[in-house]
């Protein structure tokens, strides 16, 4: 009767943990459809630049900083779908802000690695 009542209750646990990760997932691919992130690194010598660039995405509306990493100079970015619909349109916004600007596009991966005990979470 205990082996039973315990397969019953892996069942019904299996079930509402599955069910919880498709109610997860789901929400999950609502919230990539209407935002994107991009990971921005700012190539120039200047940390001036770097500052002015990170002082200029802070104070915009249409975007938001979740991420900063001063050593390796990179910015992560959530940004919405309906006004950047591509990292180009982003890119060519900076750069008619900052011509001088060397812009590369990031990987995800160097939150985690290279700048792990540096990241300051906005």
């Not at 935002?35 to 500052?51: A, D, P, Q």
Request: charged fraction near 20%.
């Amino acid at each position: 009767m205990a082996k039973i009542f315990l397969t019953i209750l892996v069942v019904i646990s299996t079930t509402f943990c599955f069910g919880q990760h498709i109610e997860q997932d789901y929400e999950l691919q609502k919230l990539q459809e209407t935002e994107s992130r991009y990971i921005i690194g700012i190539g120039n010598e200047e940390m001036s630049m770097f500052k002015d660039v990170l002082a200029n995405l802070q104070n915009s509306s249409t975007l938001k900083v979740y991420a900063v990493c001063e050593t390796h100079r990179v910015i992560g970015i959530i940004v919405q779908n309906s006004t950047y619909k591509s990292y180009d349109v982003l890119r060519d916004q900076l750069l008619s802000e900052f011509p001088d600007i060397l812009l590369f596009q990031k990987n995800d991966s160097i939150f985690n690695l290279d700048c792990k005990n540096e990241i300051l979470k906005q």
